[in-house]
């Protein structure tokens, strides 16, 4: 079991930065990928930002060059740095596990969402 609690977010204006953190506990050992997801009103949930458990990222086009995803292994503690924020970021944001359960599929557990508002 993992457990997920994100943090952060809030409503900034365009070219604000904000940043978002996602600590888990529990079963961290087997996690292969933390990620970002964000939902926007009315639209599908799109992958924000992933890093691996090998340190490797991936970013939506949309956010490369603003947003850094980064990782404190210590704290088992994933950061998103979002720069020169734009309105059209404005959605909740979930913090995503996914956890190796090898022969298996791979659990997957979720945070609670947060509001990121970007105004014009």
């Known amino acids: 079991q993992v457990q997920l609690v994100a943090s952060g977010g809030g409503l900034v204006q365009a070219g604000g930065s904000l940043r978002l953190s996602c600590a888990a506990s529990?079963?961290?050992?087997?996690?292969?990928?933390i990620a970002w997801y964000r939902q926007a009103p009315g639209k599908q949930r799109e992958l924000v930002a992933s890093i691996s458990s090998g340190g490797t990222t991936n970013y939506m086009d949309s956010v490369k060059g603003r947003f850094t995803i980064s990782r404190d292994i210590a704290k088992n503690t994933v950061l998103l740095q979002m720069n020169n924020l734009k309105p059209e970021d404005t959605a909740v944001y979930y913090c995503y596990a996914k956890q190796d359960n090898y022969p298996f599929n791979p659990f997957n557990y979720w945070g609670q969402g947060l509001q990121v508002t970007v105004s014009s």
């Open positions: 529990g079963s961290t050992d087997s996690i292969n990928v």
